[in-house]
Protein backbone atom coordinates (compact mmCIF):
# COMPACT_ATOMS: atom_id res chain seq x y z
CA UNK A 1 0.00 0.00 0.00
CA UNK A 2 1.41 3.42 -0.80
CA UNK A 3 -0.92 5.07 2.06
CA UNK A 4 0.72 7.13 4.19
CA UNK A 5 0.98 7.63 7.86
CA UNK A 6 0.54 11.02 10.10
CA UNK A 7 1.94 12.00 13.15
CA UNK A 8 0.60 12.24 16.08
CA UNK A 9 -2.82 10.54 16.05
CA UNK A 10 -4.16 12.80 18.14
CA UNK A 11 -2.92 16.46 19.68
CA UNK A 12 -5.16 18.21 22.40
CA UNK A 13 -3.96 22.33 22.59
CA UNK A 14 -5.04 25.40 23.81
CA UNK A 15 -6.11 27.97 22.21
CA UNK A 16 -3.68 30.46 20.79
CA UNK A 17 -1.20 27.92 20.16
CA UNK A 18 1.03 26.41 17.21
CA UNK A 19 -0.26 23.07 16.08
CA UNK A 20 2.03 20.50 13.90
CA UNK A 21 0.94 17.17 12.28
CA UNK A 22 3.64 15.55 10.04
CA UNK A 23 3.01 13.01 7.50
CA UNK A 24 4.99 10.46 5.98
CA UNK A 25 4.58 8.58 2.23
CA UNK A 26 6.30 5.78 0.86
CA UNK A 27 7.04 6.41 -2.81
CA UNK A 28 7.89 9.85 -5.05
CA UNK A 29 4.87 12.02 -5.56
CA UNK A 30 3.79 14.64 -7.65
CA UNK A 31 2.20 16.55 -5.08
CA UNK A 32 0.79 16.46 -1.56
CA UNK A 33 -2.33 17.79 -0.29
CA UNK A 34 -3.83 18.55 2.98
CA UNK A 35 -7.83 18.32 3.98
CA UNK A 36 -9.81 18.79 7.02
CA UNK A 37 -12.88 16.66 7.94
CA UNK A 38 -15.12 18.10 10.88
CA UNK A 39 -17.03 15.81 12.35
CA UNK A 40 -19.67 13.96 10.17
CA UNK A 41 -18.89 16.41 7.14
CA UNK A 42 -16.91 15.86 4.21
CA UNK A 43 -13.48 16.85 3.21
CA UNK A 44 -12.24 20.02 3.17
CA UNK A 45 -9.29 20.95 0.80
CA UNK A 46 -6.66 23.26 2.74
CA UNK A 47 -3.48 23.65 0.58
CA UNK A 48 -1.67 21.79 -1.97
CA UNK A 49 2.09 21.12 -2.56
CA UNK A 50 3.68 20.41 -5.23
CA UNK A 51 7.44 18.44 -5.33
CA UNK A 52 9.40 20.91 -6.70
CA UNK A 53 8.32 23.29 -3.90
CA UNK A 54 9.75 22.97 -0.63
CA UNK A 55 7.19 25.25 1.73
CA UNK A 56 4.00 26.83 1.27
CA UNK A 57 1.31 29.36 2.89
CA UNK A 58 -1.99 29.91 3.12
CA UNK A 59 -3.62 32.11 5.95
CA UNK A 60 -2.63 30.45 9.43
CA UNK A 61 -1.48 27.49 7.45
CA UNK A 62 1.93 26.54 6.77
CA UNK A 63 3.15 23.33 4.79
CA UNK A 64 6.81 22.20 4.43
CA UNK A 65 7.75 19.18 2.12
CA UNK A 66 10.89 17.37 2.11
CA UNK A 67 11.30 14.93 -0.71
CA UNK A 68 14.45 13.19 0.17
CA UNK A 69 12.51 12.40 3.56
CA UNK A 70 9.39 11.42 2.09
CA UNK A 71 7.60 13.82 4.79
CA UNK A 72 5.22 16.98 5.10
CA UNK A 73 4.54 18.96 8.09
CA UNK A 74 1.16 20.74 8.73
CA UNK A 75 1.64 23.89 11.04
CA UNK A 76 -1.57 25.52 12.02
CA UNK A 77 -1.00 29.28 13.94
CA UNK A 78 -2.52 30.70 16.58
CA UNK A 79 -4.80 27.79 16.39
CA UNK A 80 -9.03 28.49 17.37
CA UNK A 81 -11.53 26.12 18.64
CA UNK A 82 -12.84 26.14 15.08
CA UNK A 83 -9.43 24.65 13.95
CA UNK A 84 -10.93 21.30 15.90
CA UNK A 85 -11.09 18.32 13.50
CA UNK A 86 -9.35 15.42 11.60
CA UNK A 87 -6.47 16.56 9.38
CA UNK A 88 -5.50 14.03 6.30
CA UNK A 89 -2.67 14.45 4.10
CA UNK A 90 -2.80 13.08 0.38
CA UNK A 91 -0.77 11.98 -2.11
CA UNK A 92 -0.57 11.80 -5.91
CA UNK A 93 2.60 9.54 -6.51
CA UNK A 94 4.13 9.00 -10.20
CA UNK A 95 2.13 7.49 -12.29
CA UNK A 96 -0.95 7.21 -10.49
CA UNK A 97 -2.88 10.15 -12.80
CA UNK A 98 -4.70 11.97 -10.16
CA UNK A 99 -5.67 9.56 -7.67
CA UNK A 100 -4.75 10.73 -3.84
CA UNK A 101 -3.81 8.19 -1.45
CA UNK A 102 -4.83 9.40 1.90
CA UNK A 103 -3.48 8.82 5.77
CA UNK A 104 -5.22 7.88 8.60
CA UNK A 105 -5.34 11.26 9.80
CA UNK A 106 -4.51 13.46 13.03
CA UNK A 107 -7.19 14.27 15.34
CA UNK A 108 -6.93 17.82 16.16
CA UNK A 109 -8.48 19.05 19.61
CA UNK A 110 -8.74 22.98 20.52
CA UNK A 111 -9.99 23.80 23.80
CA UNK A 112 -10.70 27.11 25.01
CA UNK B 1 -20.23 21.17 -0.49
CA UNK B 2 -21.70 23.43 -3.16
CA UNK B 3 -21.41 21.70 -7.17
CA UNK B 4 -21.47 18.17 -5.76
CA UNK B 5 -24.19 16.09 -4.26
CA UNK B 6 -24.72 12.55 -2.83
CA UNK B 7 -27.59 10.72 -2.71
CA UNK B 8 -29.02 9.03 -0.01
CA UNK B 9 -27.17 11.32 2.66
CA UNK B 10 -28.27 7.54 4.93
CA UNK B 11 -28.97 4.12 4.30
CA UNK B 12 -30.20 1.12 6.00
CA UNK B 13 -30.16 -2.01 3.36
CA UNK B 14 -30.31 -6.34 4.41
CA UNK B 15 -27.52 -8.29 3.14
CA UNK B 16 -27.38 -9.49 0.06
CA UNK B 17 -29.59 -6.51 -2.05
CA UNK B 18 -28.18 -4.48 -4.29
CA UNK B 19 -27.43 -0.85 -3.38
CA UNK B 20 -26.60 2.25 -6.04
CA UNK B 21 -25.05 5.57 -4.26
CA UNK B 22 -25.19 8.54 -6.26
CA UNK B 23 -23.08 11.40 -6.98
CA UNK B 24 -24.03 14.62 -8.91
CA UNK B 25 -21.78 17.11 -9.87
CA UNK B 26 -22.40 20.70 -11.66
CA UNK B 27 -19.12 21.62 -12.01
CA UNK B 28 -18.13 20.04 -15.48
CA UNK B 29 -15.14 18.09 -13.47
CA UNK B 30 -13.24 15.18 -15.81
CA UNK B 31 -12.56 13.33 -12.85
CA UNK B 32 -14.92 11.57 -10.44
CA UNK B 33 -13.99 8.92 -7.48
CA UNK B 34 -15.55 6.95 -4.86
CA UNK B 35 -13.86 6.49 -1.80
CA UNK B 36 -15.03 4.86 1.76
CA UNK B 37 -14.24 5.49 5.30
CA UNK B 38 -13.71 3.62 7.88
CA UNK B 39 -12.23 3.61 11.49
CA UNK B 40 -8.43 2.72 11.39
CA UNK B 41 -7.86 3.12 7.38
CA UNK B 42 -8.57 6.70 6.74
CA UNK B 43 -9.90 6.99 3.02
CA UNK B 44 -9.65 4.39 0.78
CA UNK B 45 -10.34 4.67 -3.09
CA UNK B 46 -12.94 2.45 -4.35
CA UNK B 47 -13.02 3.70 -8.27
CA UNK B 48 -12.42 6.34 -10.25
CA UNK B 49 -13.47 8.07 -13.56
CA UNK B 50 -11.95 10.03 -15.97
CA UNK B 51 -14.23 10.62 -18.12
CA UNK B 52 -17.65 9.61 -19.54
CA UNK B 53 -17.76 6.03 -19.56
CA UNK B 54 -13.99 5.94 -18.51
CA UNK B 55 -13.80 4.46 -14.76
CA UNK B 56 -11.24 2.38 -13.37
CA UNK B 57 -10.90 0.46 -10.23
CA UNK B 58 -8.92 1.75 -6.89
CA UNK B 59 -7.48 -0.10 -3.93
CA UNK B 60 -10.75 -1.56 -2.54
CA UNK B 61 -13.21 -2.36 -5.64
CA UNK B 62 -13.83 -6.06 -5.10
CA UNK B 63 -17.56 -6.02 -4.89
CA UNK B 64 -18.54 -2.52 -6.12
CA UNK B 65 -18.94 -1.47 -9.81
CA UNK B 66 -19.38 1.90 -10.78
CA UNK B 67 -20.88 3.60 -14.20
CA UNK B 68 -20.93 6.80 -15.69
CA UNK B 69 -22.82 8.18 -18.47
CA UNK B 70 -22.72 11.73 -18.19
CA UNK B 71 -20.17 13.81 -16.84
CA UNK B 72 -21.81 15.31 -14.37
CA UNK B 73 -22.91 11.69 -12.42
CA UNK B 74 -21.21 9.07 -10.96
CA UNK B 75 -23.07 5.64 -9.58
CA UNK B 76 -21.70 3.42 -7.54
CA UNK B 77 -23.56 0.18 -6.90
CA UNK B 78 -22.86 -2.72 -4.30
CA UNK B 79 -23.49 -5.80 -6.25
CA UNK B 80 -25.02 -7.69 -3.31
CA UNK B 81 -24.59 -5.96 0.25
CA UNK B 82 -22.26 -7.32 2.93
CA UNK B 83 -22.30 -6.50 6.80
CA UNK B 84 -18.32 -5.58 5.64
CA UNK B 85 -19.70 -2.66 3.51
CA UNK B 86 -20.96 -0.79 5.96
CA UNK B 87 -19.14 2.55 6.15
CA UNK B 88 -19.20 6.04 4.97
CA UNK B 89 -19.08 6.66 1.19
CA UNK B 90 -17.55 9.54 -0.25
CA UNK B 91 -17.87 10.94 -3.69
CA UNK B 92 -14.97 13.49 -5.13
CA UNK B 93 -14.06 15.52 -8.19
CA UNK B 94 -11.21 17.18 -9.28
CA UNK B 95 -9.57 18.75 -12.41
CA UNK B 96 -6.32 17.13 -12.91
CA UNK B 97 -3.66 18.33 -10.43
CA UNK B 98 -5.90 20.30 -8.10
CA UNK B 99 -7.32 19.33 -4.73
CA UNK B 100 -10.38 17.69 -4.57
CA UNK B 101 -13.66 19.08 -3.55
CA UNK B 102 -15.64 16.46 -1.33
CA UNK B 103 -19.44 15.49 -1.33
CA UNK B 104 -20.85 15.48 2.27
CA UNK B 105 -20.59 11.71 2.11
CA UNK B 106 -23.64 8.73 2.30
CA UNK B 107 -23.88 6.19 5.75
CA UNK B 108 -24.53 2.84 4.71
CA UNK B 109 -25.42 0.25 6.89
CA UNK B 110 -25.60 -2.86 6.21
CA UNK B 111 -28.02 -5.88 8.33
Known amino acids: SQQGEEDPQALSIQEGENATMNCSYKTSINNLQWYRQNSGRGLVHLIL?????REKHSGRLRVTLDTSKKSSSLLITASRAADTASYFCATVHTGTASKLTFGTGTRLQVTL | DAGITQSPRHKVTETGTPVTLRCHQT?????MYWYRQDPGHGLRLIHYSYGVKDTDKGEVSDGYSVSRSKTEDFLLTLESATSSQTSVYFC??????????FGSGTRLTVV
Open chain 2, 27 to 31: ENHRY
Open chain 1, 49 to 53: IRSNE
Open chain 2, 92 to 101: AISERDNGYT
